[in-house]
């Protein structure tokens, strides 16, 4: 199927980044990650200072540290009256901005109105010793404090240590870096890189048997009772039982989602809706710490519990202890199946969820998150445009989201992260965001693209670096929003393994053998991205919710027009081959290219003549083709195609269609509208259908006699073939068969042929419809 050509604008760029894989980099001093480009930065390592003079009436200071170089300060908290603080923070300072031959750093007393140098060391920055990991941490020493004239003092050391690092360096991440000098206070958490683990999911299964001995409050009614299941957010309840009586059965499957640690219990109530109003007849609640958990489909053991109830005595609700209603339940947590909280098309995690079933991995990915260009300003700081851009990758139940980079079109990040790979068929996902949690942002961050990567279509170890185009689709149309340069590379550890995993079902065993329906995954998914989203916004700094479904599409399975005609076309390209096979076989029954049919004709009699050469011919084409292409395939990974989503030329209302939150918000009248054209289309496809299901029909009934007469010729007919094909040899029939199809034109009318006319004069069941 061949690529149609994207704009220049939105085209996937191959770049040369100086890179230590890259063979021609040959300065690989501070190289721990070949992913990204170098960057130095000079750490200062303010420790804790001890013996500081006293600056105030009562013998003590308020002090903290100020890390000066050229224009770039960074500093400490402040500690109040103490003389022996512990700060033990570090500072980069990133080398490329250094303008400033010495660094300074003063120890200063906290005064209402101006802070008082209490003492200072300072360090000529060419004479800073360069630390390369993984030597081990610069040691920190004392050093004694010195005042404006370069004389020691009395009293006071403080404890440091300076080197020149790169961004492999272990103190980096938790650093101050002086490219984020406006950010400060609380808000320095909000930017820095972090490494987050998904929560680990299980699918928890309720099976609801029975009950016996309720006792409802009004014995006259025949009661009506259904089981209310609550896990967390999730509610879910049964039918009410057929059997309408004081000894109810169900035996229904009640499906939740629950992470690790488990949190919250199952709460279980049975109830009783004859009265006209819900009642509480038996309470129940089960920790999940002691349910069973199940690997493969064997069996759980049942289990009979005792009911709780609670009377409401002067407002106020006591337990009733002498109860003996009870229900018989089997609850289990599946560790055999995957709990879905991706879209299936571009998984990063099919493992199940119990280790004990894990594979080993198959290879290692590593991604390099170097910069991005041309970033489209997103907020608006002291007047004017500025963007403070942050990526997060994720790739199965790990996470990473690297530092911010305040007030950058052209952020630079270099960071290098790696993932263990357990199935090359999977997807990784870089998302690029902006920071809404600094100063002039709006409290939530902002979508600028993402880039989606298929292990299977990269070849192993090799590095590609390419810019990808970051491509958002607004109510206006589809946006660039910048480039996303990458550096990602797939190393395969297991060949033998890697390669009989294509063998294997995709999903774990347990969705084969007892398969959920659509509409539980459905459900299922939208549980586990609440979950996920809710456990990651409570981390430090956050993963907010809008970046976790951002990075998960919690809105793929909306429908919209756009991606329905994207999908159409989808299906219109799967078989342009197949009509340009029978474009191609149609000029060669009507002779369009005469020597070609008779080519054609020699190859069919050599067939019929030699028919086992017919499959091996068949394959051996397909290998011809395969060779064939190689030359010609992709080198580079896939990305996001414009045309391909039939982005390019939407019409703006079905954007704005798009867009619109469920349920709707739009008037009645664009509702209306909506509904029509959305109607019209449905017919369409209805007609479609119904053609289909008319051609069904006809092959069913042509042996049922609904039509007397069709049924008999086709009966006779089947008789005389079984004759003539007994005493006639197969090749013989296959000849006169082949050589009747590719007749020449002046031996054929116009009108269509026997057999067809005979089929579409079959009834079909389309008389019987409404």
């Not at 339940?329 to 909280?341: A, F, N, Q, S, W």
């Not at 942050?390 to 952020?411: E, H, L, M, N």
């Amino acid at each position: 199927m061949a690529n149609v050509p994207q704009p220049v604008d939105f085209a996937l760029k191959e770049t040369r980044p100086k890179i230590g894989a890259d063979s021609s980099i040959t300065d690989k001093l501070a190289c721990t990650y070949d992913l990204v480009e170098q960057m130095q930065y000079l750490y200062v390592h303010v420790v804790k200072a001890k013996e500081l003079p006293g600056r105030d009436v009562s013998g003590s200071c308020d002090p903290y540290v100020e890390v000066k170089l050229g224009n770039y300060k960074g500093v400490t908290n402040h500690f109040e009256k103490k003389t022996s603080p512990e700060w033990n923070q570090v500072f980069a300072f990133a080398k490329e901005r250094i303008q400033a031959s010495v660094v300074e750093i003063s120890v200063k007393d906290k005064d209402v109105i101006v802070d008082d140098l209490i003492g200072r060391a300072v360090f000529d920055v060419n004479e800073i010793p360069k630390r390369v990991p993984p030597d081990s941490p610069l040691a920190p020493q004392w050093y004694r404090l010195e005042d404006r004239r370069g004389e020691k003092i009395k009293k006071g050391e403080l404890m440091l240590a300076v080197w020149m690092g790169t961004q492999a360096d272990e103190a980096f991440p938790h650093a101050w870096h002086s490219d984020a000098a406006a950010v400060a206070g609380d808000t320095v958490t909000h930017i820095r890189s972090k490494v987050y683990l998904s929560p680990r999911l299980w699918y928890v299964r309720v099976n609801v048997i029975e009950a016996q001995d309720l006792l409802p409050s009004d014995k006259s009614k025949a009661p009506e009772v259904f089981v209310k299941v609550i896990l967390g957010n999730q509610a879910l309840i049964t039918k009410v039982s057929p059997s309408k009586s004081v000894n109810p059965m169900w035996n229904e499957d009640l499906l939740f989602v629950a992470a690790e640690p488990f949190e919250e219990p199952i709460v279980l109530t049975v109830e009783d809706r004859s009265g006209g109003k819900e009642e509480i007849l038996g309470r129940l609640l089960v920790p999940l710490q002691s349910v069973q958990r199940r690997l493969d489909n064997k069996p759980v053991h049942t289990r009979w519990y005792n009911l709780e109830r609670y009377l409401v005595i002067d407002g106020e609700q006591k337990k009733e202890i002498k109860f003996a209603s009870r229900i018989h339940l089997r609850i289990c947590l599946e560790g055999g199946y995957h709990v879905m909280d991706e879209s299936t098309h571009h998984s990063s995690d099919l493992r199940p969820t119990a280790r004990q079933l894990w594979k080993p991995p198959v290879g290692i990915l590593e991604l390099g998150i170097l910069s991005a260009h041309g970033l489209i300003p997103i907020k608006t700081r002291d007047g004017r445009g500025s963007t403070d851009a942050y990526c997060v990758a994720k790739y199965g139940q790990k996470w990473v989201r690297t530092r911010t980079i305040v007030d950058s079109f052209s952020p630079r990040w270099n960071e290098q992260y790696t993932w263990e790979v357990f199935d090359v068929c999977t997807v990784v996902t870089i998302g690029v965001f902006g920071n809404g949690h600094v100063p002039g942002g709006g409290g939530k961050d902002s979508r600028i693209g993402k880039v989606r990567i298929r292990l299977s279509t990269l070849e192993s170890n090799r590095v590609y670096t390419h810019s990808y185009p970051l491509l958002v689709l607004h109510p206006s149309g589809v946006k660039k929003m910048g480039e996303l340069q990458l550096a990602i590379r797939f190393t395969c550890s297991l060949w033998v393994t890697m390669l009989y995993m294509y063998s294997q079902p995709l999903l774990p065993k347990m969705h084969y053998i007892h398969p959920l329906s659509v509409m539980q995954l459905d459900s299922l998914r939208h549980q586990a991205i609440q979950i996920v989203s809710m456990r990651l916004s409570r981390a430090e700094p956050p993963l907010r919710r809008e970046v976790v479904e951002y990075m998960l599409d919690v809105d793929s399975q909306m429908w919209n027009m756009r991606r329905s005609k994207a999908n159409f076309f989808r299906i219109m390209s799967v078989s342009r081959g197949l009509i340009s096979m029978s474009n191609w076989f149609h000029q060669i029954r009507h002779w369009k290219n005469p020597l070609t049919s008779v080519l054609i004709h020699i190859l069919f009699v050599i067939l019929m003549i030699y028919p086992e050469l017919i499959i091996p011919t068949f394959f051996l084409y397909l290998f011809v083709i395969g060779i064939w292409n190689f030359r010609r395939r992709p080198r580079h990974p896939p990305h996001m195609d414009v045309k391909l989503s039939h982005a390019d030329a939407v019409h703006p209302d079905e954007l704005d269609e798009e867009f619109d939150t469920f349920p709707t918000t739009k008037s009645s009248d664009t509702v209306r509208m909506r509904y029509d054209r959305l109607r019209s289309i449905a017919g369409r496809v209805q007609t479609v259908v119904g053609d289909l299901a008319t051609q069904g029909e006809r092959l069913v009934l042509l042996l049922s006699w609904r039509d007397p007469r069709a049924t008999a010729l086709f009966v006779m007919l089947c008789l005389i073939c079984a004759v003539v094909f007994y005493v006639t040899p197969f090749q013989v029939i296959a000849l006169l068969v082949g050589f009747y199809v590719l007749r020449h034109p002046r031996f054929r009318q116009k009108l269509p042929s026997t057999h067809l006319n005979f089929f579409r004069r079959l009834p079909a069941r389309s008389d019987c419809m409404l």
